[in-house]
């Protein structure tokens, strides 16, 4: 719900648990007022204190409040060059060459529903009554400048999104080098800053640590999200745990370079910021043109950590997941990489298709090497046809079909191998600037897909296939960080905007496939999960989470990744390695989509065993972690030894709860309190069939003392309601 109390200037977001408040104060200055658990009041001017002036601190001359300093008070979209010195969400070079911005209230419109503001990916409504949507137009007097704030309150789910549509109305040019999404201003720095750090194989690894005095956050120059840093940020009040306590999460609908920059002032305050990472950005804009940003979600719970997952889970599963694999079952699938690399033929696939099928699998995918001349990571991307010389690809399609399986097919559509017949017939066609020859990683170039004649290209390579062999799925590679960022096409003056033209491309490209192929499931993938985001998310309700499947060092990678992102978005399979035995490997990927990556022709008599088994639990389960409450009941990074993690079915009648033991323990004594559970229910462990009440489990604990058996071993409980 979002009101606007006219007789103090306040306009006011609500969603089910939380309210954000906006003030329009002195010469149309915007503040940004509150943030954090629902208030039932329309007015709290009487806290904000910090509109008082800052020595040193310059402001408007306009503005009549003397005692007021842009430096200090809190402000929902602040400038560059009127005096706040802290973290700018915008900055407008004009005509002058300065890069003075100054942004004044003119209007607002509240209205329901959510705007489409495609071609970016965003959050979106199935119907106006889930959410109300504000629009405040700012405007700076000097440029002509607008920018349009535009936030949407979601009724079923404590989720806030918000993004700025910059318009030049103004009579010269202007070019805009910082235009960030988000700014919160809060009124205490006594937070931990928690974000997502990693690298490939090691994805999304959580660290938490406390805010201190100056600027710190993260960002990505790589072209992609990254490996390095996910789009998401919490800050959690200090002590705030798993299940207590105050904290705001953020995270961007975005799949390019990003910036979360975080500022605590003199004033030991706290101000976030996110958007579009400014490094190597600058938007050129003429008069009339307009540019939006992508959006920004925010999530506030007073329930810790696992209360803001919950939100992002429930809003990204309601509000972001789109086409027919958001409702429906995805197939089990068996991928061909770590079981063949390279090395395959048509009769090896024929092959793995009919051992899985005697296994319960319900999809072939056919990764890297069956097109152009690929047999290693040297040639032919940009060569979408089929390598004829290993491959029979209408004999393969058919006889996976016959057997009764899907099948699933490999592109990597943003890249170009300098040994391609695309390279040889297009060198203009890689990412290059002038004067400088292009990096090469991993044997390869980035095709210039900001280009819409390259894309139409690679499209028309990709139609010919998909439109020929009945192809179910098709996962969606990219696997090298872009340099030398430049377009042919791009005139200089606007050369800086090639990154953001970049991944637009991208989701044209994706946006045109799902279109015209609605119902292939597609899954995104970068080396693993190095564009694990919410703006890939849009378009792929799945992402191959990371190349490590060690289900050991998976933990880490899976509990990081869920901070944000739902289960059924994780890519996660059971692969050959060694390090445990096929039960851990099997709970482990259970908690994601669930695939295998193996030789099935490899599997001893006593695994088929196990996978069948796990066959029949993938479905057993299947709507319970999909659509359940995820809880971290232990957390690899509180815990050392054991980790712990249950899914909770939205009536409370249902829950899975599984533990690996990482590396034994000789405690005496192990009692796993769960979470979630209704406590007046009782609950029958399928188990032992005894019967306990949610209480019992919740207050006192499962005993599962010595129930784990050692090193790398898992056990699953599940409980049902009598
Ligand atoms: C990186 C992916 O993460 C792998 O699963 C596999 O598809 C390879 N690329 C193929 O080159």
Same mark, same amino acid.
């Given at each position: 719900?979002?009101?606007?109390?006219?007789?103090?200037?306040?306009?006011?977001?609500?969603?089910?648990?939380?309210?954000?408040?906006?003030?329009?104060?002195?010469?149309?200055?915007?503040?940004?007022?509150?943030?954090?658990?629902?208030?039932?009041?329309?007015?709290?001017?009487?806290?904000?204190?910090?509109?008082?002036?800052?020595?040193?601190?310059?402001?408007?001359?306009?503005?009549?409040?003397?005692?007021?300093?842009?430096?200090?008070?809190?402000?929902?979209?602040?400038?560059?060059?009127?005096?706040?010195?802290?973290?700018?969400?915008?900055?407008?070079?004009?005509?002058?060459?300065?890069?003075?911005?100054?942004?004044?209230?003119?209007?607002?419109?509240?209205?329901?529903?959510?705007?489409?503001?495609?071609?970016?990916?965003?959050?979106?409504?199935?119907?106006?009554?889930?959410?109300?949507?504000?629009?405040?137009?700012?405007?700076?007097?000097?440029?002509?400048?607008?920018?349009?704030?535009?936030?949407?309150?979601?009724?079923?789910?404590?989720?806030?999104?918000?993004?700025?549509?910059?318009?030049?109305?103004?009579?010269?040019?202007?070019?805009?080098?910082?235009?960030?999404?988000?700014?919160?201003?809060?009124?205490?720095?006594?937070?931990?800053?928690?974000?997502?750090?990693?690298?490939?194989?090691?994805?999304?690894?959580?660290?938490?640590?406390?805010?201190?005095?100056?600027?710190?956050?993260?960002?990505?120059?790589?072209?992609?999200?990254?490996?390095?840093?996910?789009?998401?940020?919490?800050?959690?009040?200090?002590?705030?745990?798993?299940?207590?306590?105050?904290?705001?999460?953020?995270?961007?609908?975005?799949?390019?370079?990003?910036?979360?920059?975080?500022?605590?002032?003199?004033?030991?305050?706290?101000?976030?910021?996110?958007?579009?990472?400014?490094?190597?950005?600058?938007?050129?804009?003429?008069?009339?043109?307009?540019?939006?940003?992508?959006?920004?979600?925010?999530?506030?719970?007073?329930?810790?950590?696992?209360?803001?997952?919950?939100?992002?889970?429930?809003?990204?599963?309601?509000?972001?997941?789109?086409?027919?694999?958001?409702?429906?079952?995805?197939?089990?699938?068996?991928?061909?990489?770590?079981?063949?690399?390279?090395?395959?033929?048509?009769?090896?696939?024929?092959?793995?298709?009919?051992?899985?099928?005697?296994?319960?699998?319900?999809?072939?995918?056919?990764?890297?090497?069956? $097109?152009?001349? %690929?047999?290693?990571?040297? &040639?032919?991307?940009?060569?979408?046809?089929?390598? /004829? #010389?290993?491959? =029979?690809?209408?004999?393969?399609?058919?006889?996976?079909?016959?057997?009764?399986?899907?099948?699933?097919?490999?592109?990597?559509?943003?890249?170009?191998?300098?040994?391609?017949?695309?390279?040889?017939?297009?060198?203009?066609?890689?990412?290059?600037?002038?004067?400088?020859?292009?990096?090469?990683?991993?044997?390869?170039?980035?095709?210039?897909?900001?280009?819409?004649?390259?894309?139409?290209?690679?499209?028309?390579?990709?139609?010919?296939?998909?439109?020929?062999?009945?192809?179910?799925?098709?996962?969606?590679?990219?696997?090298?960080?872009?340099?030398?960022?430049?377009?042919?096409?791009?005139?200089?003056?606007?050369?800086?905007? $090639?990154?953001? %033209?970049?991944?637009?491309? &991208?989701?044209?490209?994706?946006?045109?496939?799902? /279109? #015209?192929?609605? =119902?292939?499931?597609?899954?995104?993938?970068?080396?693993?999960?190095?564009?694990?985001?919410?703006?890939?998310?849009?378009?792929?309700?799945?992402?191959?989470?990371?190349?490590?499947?060690?289900?050991?060092?998976?933990?880490?990678?899976?509990?990081?990744?869920?901070?944000?992102?739902?289960?059924?978005?994780?890519?996660?399979?059971?692969?050959?390695?060694?390090?445990?035995?096929?039960?851990?490997?099997?709970?482990?990927?259970?908690?994601?989509?669930?695939?295998?990556?193996?030789?099935?022709?490899?599997?001893?008599?006593?695994?088929?065993?196990?996978?069948?088994?796990?066959?029949?639990?993938?479905?057993?389960?299947?709507?319970?972690?999909?659509?359940?409450?995820?809880?971290?009941?232990?957390?690899?990074?509180?815990?050392?030894?054991?980790?712990?993690?249950?899914?909770?079915?939205?009536?409370?009648?249902?829950?899975?709860?599984?533990?690996?033991?990482?590396?034994?323990?000789?405690?005496?004594?192990?009692?796993?309190?769960?979470?979630?559970?209704?406590?007046?229910?009782?609950?029958?462990?399928?188990?032992?069939?005894?019967?306990?009440?949610?209480?019992?489990?919740?207050?006192?604990?499962?005993?599962?003392?010595?129930?784990?058996?050692?090193?790398?071993?898992?056990?699953?409980?599940?409980?049902?309601?009598?």
């Amino acid at each position: 719900m979002i009101t606007f109390n006219e007789k103090n200037n306040i306009l006011k977001l609500d969603t089910p648990s939380s309210s954000y408040m906006i003030g329009i104060y002195n010469c149309g200055l915007l503040l940004n007022l509150y943030y954090g658990r629902r208030l039932p009041d329309n007015n709290v001017w009487p806290l904000s204190k910090r509109l008082q002036s800052a020595s040193f601190s310059p402001c408007a001359p306009d503005v009549t409040d003397k005692e007021f300093s842009t430096d200090v008070a809190p402000m929902e979209y602040p400038v560059n060059g009127r005096g706040d010195f802290r973290l700018a969400a915008l900055s407008v070079m004009n005509k002058d060459g300065n890069t003075v911005t100054d942004l004044r209230y003119v209007s607002h419109t509240i209205y329901k529903g959510k705007p489409d503001i495609s071609p970016l990916p965003h959050l979106y409504t199935e119907d106006p009554a889930q959410c109300d949507t504000l629009e405040i137009t700012t405007r700076d007097p000097y440029t002509g400048v607008e920018a349009v704030l535009i936030y949407s309150a979601f009724n079923d789910c404590d989720v806030i999104t918000k993004h700025v549509l910059i318009k030049n109305n103004g009579e010269n040019s202007v070019s805009l080098r910082r235009a960030l999404s988000l700014c919160v201003d809060l009124p205490t720095m006594d937070f931990d800053l928690i974000t997502l750090y990693g690298r490939h194989v090691k994805e999304r690894q959580l660290e938490r640590r406390p805010l201190a005095h100056g600027l710190q956050g993260i960002h990505s120059k790589r072209g992609a999200s990254s490996h390095s840093h996910n789009p998401f940020a919490a800050l959690a009040e200090t002590g705030a745990t798993e299940e207590h306590g105050d904290v705001y999460g953020f995270n961007l609908v975005y799949s390019g370079n990003f910036e979360i920059g975080v500022e605590c002032d003199h004033d030991a305050t706290t101000r976030l910021v996110m958007g579009i990472d400014p490094t190597d950005f600058a938007w050129h804009l003429s008069p009339g043109e307009s540019f939006r940003t992508p959006e920004a979600v925010m999530v506030f719970s007073n329930e810790g950590l696992g209360g803001m997952s919950r939100t992002f889970h429930r809003a990204y599963r309601t509000h972001l997941i789109r086409g027919r694999y958001k409702t429906e079952k995805r197939p089990l699938l068996i991928n061909s990489w770590e079981a063949a690399y390279f090395d395959f033929d048509t009769d090896k696939l024929i092959s793995f298709a009919a051992r899985a099928k005697e296994l319960g699998i319900e999809m072939l995918v056919m990764d890297d090497g069956w $097109f152009g001349k %690929r047999n290693d990571d040297t &040639t032919s991307l940009g060569d979408w046809f089929v390598n /004829t #010389e290993k491959l =029979d690809l209408a004999r393969l399609v058919n006889s996976v079909h016959e057997m009764g399986l899907k099948f699933g097919i490999w592109y990597e559509p943003e890249m170009i191998s300098p040994e391609s017949e695309l390279f040889r017939a297009h060198p203009d066609w890689c990412v290059h600037v002038p004067g400088r020859t292009p990096s090469i990683a991993r044997q390869q170039y980035v095709l210039d897909i900001s280009r819409a004649d390259v894309r139409e290209n690679i499209f028309g390579q990709m139609c010919a296939i998909l439109k020929k062999h009945k192809i179910d799925y098709l996962k969606w590679d990219f696997n090298r960080n872009i340099s030398e960022a430049g377009s042919a096409l791009l005139p200089p003056e606007r050369a800086q905007e $090639f990154f953001h %033209r970049f991944i637009m491309g &991208t989701y044209d490209l994706l946006n045109r496939l799902t /279109t #015209e192929f609605p =119902d292939m499931l597609v899954e995104g993938c970068s080396g693993g999960g190095g564009r694990f985001d919410a703006g890939a998310l849009y378009f792929t309700p799945q992402i191959w989470t990371s190349d490590n499947t060690d289900p050991i060092e998976r933990l880490m990678i899976q509990f990081g990744t869920s901070m944000c992102y739902p289960a059924s978005a994780m890519g996660a399979h059971v692969s050959a390695c060694d390090r445990t035995g096929y039960r851990t490997k099997g709970d482990v990927a259970l908690w994601g989509t669930f695939g295998y990556e193996l030789d099935p022709n490899k599997l001893s008599p006593e695994e088929k065993e196990i996978v069948k088994t796990q066959v029949a639990e993938y479905h057993k389960y299947y709507d319970l972690i999909r659509n359940g409450d995820l809880y971290r009941l232990i957390c690899p990074w509180d815990d050392a030894f054991r980790s712990a993690w249950s899914f909770v079915s939205g009536d409370k009648n249902e829950c899975l709860v599984t533990v690996v033991e990482m590396r034994k323990v000789q405690d005496a004594v192990f009692h796993l309190k769960l979470r979630g559970l209704d406590p007046g229910k009782y609950y029958i462990n399928e188990a032992d069939g005894e019967t306990y009440s949610g209480a019992l489990l919740m207050y006192a604990g499962v005993d599962l003392t010595q129930k784990l058996a050692g090193d790398g071993k898992s056990l699953k409980l599940y409980f049902r309601a009598k």
